[in-house]
């Protein structure tokens, strides 16, 4: 008969075996050495936690402190190894495959009430006749007041033809609005928007590369070629990725069958896959340009660096984000699961576009700077220059323009957002989706709007002479400059008036985009976006001219990008 300490000591034998089955299973090599060390430290983790739960001080939570120590020891490794409980399955199946169970609906924080910023076209919450910009005061007689955002978003998401119940406050209406909605499966498309931008030049906006992408984008190519297009613009800007295969599916659109766009290599070879061209493509020799920024990561920058490998696509805008990293979702004890690196991709040229340095970064997380001695070159088919090193270079390169402080501040105290809810509470309609403006006196109403309001902010000028102040004061220099910095702090003090008519322009695109969500939705949000866009408008240039476009792709002009 065993004892509890020889059933204990059984569970941890079989507990500390396993990671050596798995050795065993995938052929790793690992050394005597090595397969101490692991059982060791796991005996050494177990024996840590045991201790702190029987004699910390105050009460312990063994579920926070297993998950604070996965979270530290995946912190060690790339950005993309994670952890995923069993509560947080629901969310992960929604970044996989587009769809869960819902209304329909974005959500944000309204004050201490959660508001709709965007029904989305064709669902529940835009059928139901909720508008962006409603408050919703309850859901199934339940307060939503101080309510965090995700607690909110569990609520409103169940089983299809499932019932929910909420109330909504609307600005306009005095009484609160009960709606009755009914829970559908809600696919969010991979392509929001396409059309013709102009005569003879389609385009596609490609957000992500969730399950049937592919599909989507042959069905979408498929009707502008019918329509008569001579040339597409591909938009990837801030398409966060998804699929591996989707992006060999949408590839296939524009390049023959049988051709390798992207190679997989990890630790474990027998996982190590070529993914080739599986359709016969729509058209080989319409000129294709794809629009890339920062935030175009993953299977984005598969696409574009595929095309640009194969010298099928000129590719317009910034370095991409540099996500070269294969995820492989493992099954772990309690439904939980563990989303792990496992590989490296590698496109035609033979390059990775993964950064080689995850510390290494921007702030918005794409990639930082990369030594040139660290960089390799490659050729494309037609022999033009290209690098590994992090992310997808552009053919030509354009920097956005930086917005105004006081657009900034407009939009993230949401007095942008406001506008456009009041505005569509005034209007009936707007103009049609390929005819829409906002003018001046629009403008001058807007301005009306916020007179009101408080937006102040603080200038980067501005910023820095404080700081350089503060310098000459710790330094003793400030007395000796007094009257000169005393004069430059008023040169340099923002103007409220003055930077509304200054950054005018800017601030109308921004209100007319949010204005076009109101009526026409994802829609009308991106085709008002595009109104004033020099990425796009570079790229009809090329779509209009095909001398330029099939220079681009000849070796001799690929020495150098070219910088807008």
Known sequence: MKTKNGRKSAKRILYFAVPLILIIAFGFTYSRDKEFDIIKNLDIFYSLFRELNLFYVDETNPKHLIESGIEGMLESLDPYTTYIPEEEQKNFAFMTTGEYGGIGALIRKGGDFPMISEPYEGFPAQKSGLRAGDTIVSIDGVTTWSKEIGQVSEMLKGAPNTSVKLQIKRIGENDIIEKNLVREQISIPNIPYYGIVKEGIGYIRLSNFTK??????????????????????????????????ESVNVTNLFVDKGLEIVSTRGRVKQWDMTYKTMNQPLDTAIPVVVLVNRT???????????????????????????????????SLSYNAQLKVTTAKYYIPSGRCIQAVDYANRNEDGSVGYIPDSLIKEFRTKNGRKVYDGGGISPDITIQPEQPGNITISLYTKNLIFDYATVYATRHESFHTINSMNFSDDDYNDFLNFIS?????????SSNQLTKLIGIAKNERYYKAAEEEFEALKKKLAHDKEKDLQTFKEEIKALILEEIAGRYYYQKGKIRAALLNDESLDQAIEICEDSQLYRSLLTAQNKEENQEK
């Open 212 to 245: 049937d992408a592919g599909k989507e984008a042959r069905d979408v190519m498929k009707n502008l070629l019918d329509e008569g297009i001579g040339s597409v613009i591909l938009d990837m800007r801030g398409n966060p990725g998804g699929l591996l295969i």
């Open 296 to 330: 175009s990561a993953s299977a984005s920058e598969i696409v574009a660096g595929a095309l640009q490998d194969l010298d099928r696509a000129v590719i317009i805008g910034q370095k991409t984000f540099g996500k070269g990293l294969v995820q492989t979702t493992r």
């Open 452 to 460: 009101d309001k408080n937006y102040d902010y603080i200038t980067e």
